[in-house]
């Protein structure tokens, strides 16, 4: 694989997405950077299965956290909604008991599918495309139906003044 054609082809898209996760255009470069350095290092880990633009996203996303998480910073414009990880949900990332109880509590009296799609993607660390074949449909099907059940415990969130 041709990696300055890579860089090439993707570094603005790569920048833009760190941009839009962090909001500070300084670190979304420093994250850019990173990114391909370390995707350089683990081209040969890339097996093609994937578009490379959501594997590098994946690396900037995860760079963006360990900067976070070395920094013991919370970018205060991280918008929830923006990024679905199964490794990283905030639900895992609660702090306060108090919290996740009501969002268990809310998590209970949620309509199927939202209930069992989000319970599916976080608590049970499914992909999408997993999670779509439990309920006969696409995956991106499931990956909408989670976002929005994700989206329906942030409002819930914010009504209640707990984020």
């Known amino acids: 694989m041709d990696f300055a054609k890579i860089y090439e082809d993707y570094n603005r898209d790569v920048y833009r997405f760190a941009l ?6 300084d670190l979304a470069i420093d994250i850019c950077h990173e990114t391909f350095a370390k995707a350089m290092d683990k081209i040969d880990t890339f097996d093609g299965s994937q578009d490379i633009r959501a594997w590098l996203f994946t690396i900037a996303r995860n760079t963006l956290y360990d900067f976070y998480r070395k920094n013991n910073k919370i970018n205060p414009d991280y918008d929830l909604s923006i990024v679905e990880d199964k490794k ?9 008991d108090d919290l996740a109880l009501k969002v268990h509590t809310f998590l ?9 799609a989000f319970n ?13 074949q439990i309920f006969g ?4 099907r499931a990956r909408v139906t989670f976002y929005r059940a994700k ?3 942030i409002d819930y969130l914010e009504e209640e003044n707990e984020i």
């Open 137 to 140: 449909k696409t995956d991106t």
């Open 151 to 153: 989206n329906m415990i």
């Open 88 to 96: 990283i949900s905030f639900v895992e990332d609660l702090a306060n």
């Open 20 to 25: 839009s996760l962090c909001k500070n255009q």
């Open 120 to 132: 599916l993607r976080v608590f049970g660390e499914l992909d999408y495309k997993s999670i779509g």
């Open 108 to 116: 209970h009296s949620m309509k199927e599918p939202y209930k069992e």
